[in-house]
């Protein structure tokens, strides 16, 4: 099962490489990483998704608890969560194209950012779904690069992750 693990970690050099390093160590896979630093410049919020049962995740986020540079972790997808994730997309947009490319830029509510006589980029955000659908929609000859900020996630309501 899919879980959204996200972390409060000291912004120091080599906090991330720790948390990296737990994960290959123990063999757990990461599918997607997203950090950057959050509103206390001494502290970055790193958001992992990770796929395993309940008892690999229960251990993950203990062995995350005992690094050092760990200041808080939680589970987002315990409970109700908001996720995105944004992706850059170029794609050939030549003659018939363009309006085609454009068609599909309208119905997932990307939006178009850089425009070439024979390119388009594309932003879109949104779930991991609807980011995966949009790809297989457009021709795949015509997807000249991708790149994709991995999930990032905050819980709903009144549940925040702070110090």
Known sequence: MKHVISIL????????????GLFSARGYNIETLTVAPTED???SRLTIMTNGSEEVIEQITKHLNRLVDVVKVVDLTEAPMVERELMLIKVRAVGKEREEVTRLNDIFRGRIVDVTDKTFTIELTGVQEKIDAFIEAIEPGAILETVRSGVTGIGRGNRILKV
Not at 10 to 20: D, I, K, T
């Open 9 to 20: 970690l000291e912004n120091e050099p080599g906090a991330l490489s720790r948390v990296v």
């Open 41 to 43: 410049p001494s502290l």
